[in-house]
């Protein structure tokens, strides 16, 4: 064979081997793409995103679209090609497998988690909410977990309300540790509890109003329970409880979506909120508006990820505007879609003060991403 076919030869067979290593060879990335986005002042499944019972609420009209992104599942490994022609495309976010589920992660993990953060997103988005129009929120502290095999289990359980330790009225955290470690590890501690108790659906947490019990439960060594204790608590009495403040609300708001998790969702139920419990509301002027950003208790707004594919979504199932976090400003403006006008946000005051600008069509004055 004359050396310059066999060269050819040679080289073809090189390719073609390179080509089925990067068919055949899988890559440590997760793929993001945009997810559906959901109405917060619409319905969805028959049912509406956000009701409100106990308390007058009123019909909108236009969007306040709360966005997602669709991410692969934890298993998932691309192949060599399937990660560059993501990378090529304008729809798909091609991140390392880590940024997204941490070493060990697994779907289970993922999801559970998003449902938590959700959860604390609803409570934090009702708070908000109702602090912004002046109604008065409450707390209380419960019990969010229970160590397995610690001397609480089987006595407390998550979701019970924690009135009193050994008679002395309680309503922090510090003010239950402080309690239970007067005593020597062994003793008993009594706490006064309003028992946790399930809705209709068998899914609940409420307590049930003014039924209290004293519960009382036995006390263990902290490094009996946890052996990397640090050294200065090893010794101190526990009884294997983690405790949180959990918002009351002086009339029910219930947030109906399903499959949704994380905390992104935050500024957006808030808004909704706030337009179902305007009289004569309308917060949009019947334009659509969309947008991301967690919240806080005190309506402060935080970044988000996958802003890029969620400005895509946006524009796709019809925003003209989208409530971009300052922090996420800068992403934001190298992937903005055509006709899709970014609102930079910081806190939900600011976002109410850009939907009165967008009612009054004074949309030249709204706060913008600075390209």
Known sequence: MPRRSATMLAATLLLIALLCVSVLMKVPYTEMSPGPTYNTLGDQGGKPVIT?????SYPASGHLNMTTVQVTGAKY?????????????????VVPHDNVYPKGQTDADAKKQNAEEFASSEDSARTAALKQMGIPVGSELI????????PAEGRLHAGDQI???????????????AAVTKHKPGESVVFTVVP?????SGNGAAPAPGVRTDVTVPTARAKDLD?????????LAVVGIGTAIRHTYPFQIDIGLQDVG???AGLMFSLGIIDKLTPGGDLTGGRFVAGTGTIDDDGKVGPIGGISMKLIAARD???EYFFTPSSNCAEATKNTPSGLTLIKTDTLDGALKSLEQIRSGQTSALPSCAR
């Open 52 to 56: 409100i019972t106990g308390r007058d």
């Open 227 to 235: 052996p990397q204790a640090p050294a200065e608590r090893a010794e």
């Open 143 to 150: 019990v969010k977990s229970v160590t397995a095999g610690a």
């Open 163 to 177: 009135v009193a330790v050994d008679g002395t009225a309680v309503t922090s955290a510090e003010q239950v540790v």
């Open 77 to 93: 490994e691309p192949s060599l090609v399937n990660a560059v022609i993501g990378w090529l495309r304008d729809d798909v976010l």
């Open 262 to 264: 994380g905390p992104s």
């Open 196 to 200: 946790r108790v399930k809705d209709a």
């Open 317 to 319: 199932a019809g925003a």
